[in-house]
């Protein structure tokens, strides 16, 4: 009588293990690598449009919960090259970017699967308390990992030399307190 459980025991094994092999066997569907590309870089342009143009709310939308942001080339002027987490990076982008205005000329852009980066020129309008500060043609670069339709990681690469130079030709140009 334990014999035929026994056996039947064994031929449940042997199938599932067969079952589960051939299953393991089938070939892997391969991802389309073409439309992840079409993807990323879409996603990256809106966000990019949305980053410049200060829409936090489109940015809010496209910018996951774990993101990450740096500029390390700021640093001088912003401070911590890195933030983490959307609540904080739009925090940041809110409180740094309020008295800027920019305008950025896209010159190239090129992906690879999830990965987006941009290259152009950043003009900007730097509101201060005594004027305003401008600054034309800062070449930038702009890199944006995309997962699941989101913006995962970003960072920005400028040279911020045109950015000081202005800054020094104002601080030249203005008036000492009482004249």
Not at 121 to 133: E, F, I, R, V
Not at 140 to 147: A, D
Request: charged fraction near 20%.
């Amino acid at each position: 009588m334990k014999k035929p459980m026994y056996r039947l025991c064994c031929l449940s094994l042997l199938m599932s293990s067969l079952v589960g092999a051939a299953f393991a066997a089938q070939p892997k569907p391969t991802p389309d690598y073409a439309q992840m590309a079409k993807q990323s870089a879409d996603v990256g342009a809106t966000y990019l449009t949305a980053y410049f143009q200060k829409d936090w709310a489109t940015l809010d939308k496209l910018l996951a919960e774990n993101a990450t942001f740096a500029d390390p080339t700021a640093t001088r002027l912003f401070g911590a090259a890195g933030k983490t987490g959307k609540a904080v990076i739009m925090q940041a982008f809110r409180e740094n970017y309020a008295p800027i205005s920019f305008d950025f000329q896209q010159e190239r852009s090129w992906g690879a699967i999830d990965h987006v980066v941009f290259t152009g020129q950043l003009s900007w309008t730097y509101q201060l308390q005594k004027g305003q500060l401008v600054v034309e043609k800062m070449p930038m670069m702009v890199v944006l990992q995309i997962v699941d339709g989101q913006v995962v990681s970003h960072l920005d690469y400028a040279d911020y030399r045109p950015y000081f130079a202005a800054e020094a030709a104002h601080r030249r140009t203005e008036k000492p307190a009482g004249e």
